[in-house]
């Protein structure tokens, strides 16, 4: 049974930091792909970036340059460093994960699991 536990998540002015942990567990997979999505409210969930089992990153553009994904394979935990955060990056953030490439990893239903979320509120 597959589990993701976002944390790391608060308030901070505009130019801050933050960074997300997305802990995994029972997640045995050999080639996955692992992302975070956020949705502010009343807007789409939005691919935010993803990184394969290979530890190749993807991002969207709006947050190139500022996020980070990385992961740590020892302890099955997954990480979004978020540095020069703006307020529109205020929004419910999402681990996600699923097994294969990450061909399609903007798309919410590639993934078949999902955290409860952690909310990052930046003004």
């Known amino acids: 049974h597959v589990q993701l536990v976002e944390s790391g998540g608060g308030s901070v002015q505009a130019g801050g930091s933050l960074r997300l942990s997305c802990a995994a567990s029972?997640?045995?997979?050999?080639?996955?792909?692992m992302g975070w999505f956020r949705q502010a409210p009343g807007k789409e969930r939005e691919g935010v970036a993803a990184i394969d089992s290979e530890g190749n990153g993807s991002y969207v553009d709006s947050v190139k340059g500022r996020f980070t994904i990385s992961q740590d394979n020892t302890d099955h935990t997954l990480y979004l460093q978020m540095n020069s955060l703006k307020p529109e990056d205020s929004a419910m953030y999402y681990c996600?994960?699923?097994?294969?490439?990450?061909?399609?990893?903007?798309?919410?239903?590639?993934?078949?699991?999902w955290g409860q979320g952690t909310q990052v509120t930046v003004s």
């Open positions: 996600a994960a699923d097994r294969g490439a990450c061909l399609r990893w903007v798309h919410d239903d590639e993934y078949a699991y």
């Open positions: 029972g997640y045995t997979y050999s080639s996955y792909c």
